[in-house]
């Protein structure tokens, strides 16, 4: 992708805000300013290849080796980065027919994902389906929410991890969508799924009272909005319930935005709500900006593949 391009697409529909109801005044002060920046996917679906020119509006776009490229790229410009994914990383191409996974996290370890949240598709081939193929996975997996104990992956998925980049904490927790009704009882057995809202609420209170970190994620694969629904929560739900959570990465709904929704949460603080759509067609791309009082302001935007 040439430079000018690249820079066109990043920057279109970026949004400067303000996080935790802090002005900008101490951005333009003497103070040190570092920046984060938070790469995310969701919902690729097992899409290694570009779409081909005779794929209607997603001609020519995705692919797991431009995606390689692009993320090179950032990375290069911002040592300080991470790569995320919100699930459903399998289930859509033939791929996963014929290798179960293997080669979508052989890939995703390619390119240095940094961690990825359960998705309900990566169930499909069934728990032992997805514990089989953890081996080939050199990055890790969390879920705060969903309960593992009585099953195959018990211990192979963490509630949250922790990341020091530039000085900064960051502290990222997972969260998984309801897979009753949704997934065949056999295929994920004894998992059981715990409230997301009451769960978010445990894991923002250690990552930032016993953490002390600085930026707070969540990866979430609950879904950005349910418009018919008043009890399906959604990401837009959970960000106003709770506190401080400063980015939600969302998946399942295959939400195309074109930059971060913004949200007030409980304490009237601003939350930012992002997914980039699905099969690898955008990637996202969140800077964080934090002065040496750790007050944050934020940008964000998606990126064509």
Do not use: W
């Not at 601003?270 to 750790?294: E, M, P, T």
Request: aromatic share 8%; hydrophobic share 35%; glycine share 10%.
């Amino acid at each position: 992708m040439k430079r000018r391009n690249f820079i066109q697409q990043a920057t279109a529909g970026t949004a400067l805000v303000t996080l935790g109801g802090l002005g900008l005044q101490s951005f333009t002060s003497s103070l040190k300013t570092s920046k984060i920046t938070i790469l995310h996917t969701n919902d690729v679906h097992s899409h290694i290849d570009t779409f081909g020119p005779e794929d209607g509006r997603n001609a020519n776009k995705g692919g797991v080796a431009r995606r390689a490229s692009l993320i090179e790229s950032i990375r290069k410009e911002n040592p300080n980065t991470l790569l995320l994914d919100a699930g459903d990383i399998f289930q859509g191409t033939p791929y996963f027919n014929y290798y179960g996974g293997e080669l979508e996290f052989k890939l995703m370890s390619k390119l240095k994902y940094d961690a990825a949240t359960i998705g309900n598709h990566d169930f499909d081939n069934g728990i032992e389906g997805l514990y089989t193929q953890l081996p080939h996975a050199q990055f890790d997996f969390i879920s705060a929410n969903y309960d593992f104990s009585n099953t195959i992956m018990d211990t192979h998925v963490k509630p949250y991890k922790v990341f020091k980049k530039g000085g900064i904490k960051i502290g990222v927790f997972g969260l998984g969508i309801e897979l009753n009704g949704l997934v065949d009882p056999s295929m994920f057995k004894e998992t059981k799924y715990l409230d997301p809202i009451e769960i978010s609420q445990d894991m923002t209170r250690i990552l930032k009272e016993e953490e002390q970190c600085d930026l707070i994620i969540c990866l979430s694969h609950l879904g950005y909005n349910y418009r018919n629904s008043e009890t399906k929560i959604s990401d837009l739900k959970l960000a106003a319930a709770t506190k401080n959570i400063d980015l939600i990465i969302g998946g399942h709904t295959h939400t195309f935005l074109k930059k971060p929704t913004i949200v007030k949460n409980v304490e009237n603080k601003n939350v930012l709500v992002n997914q980039v759509g699905c099969y690898g067609i955008n990637l996202g791309k969140i800077d964080f900006y934090l002065d040496s009082n750790k007050n944050k302001t934020a940008d964000g935007t998606s990126i064509i593949v």
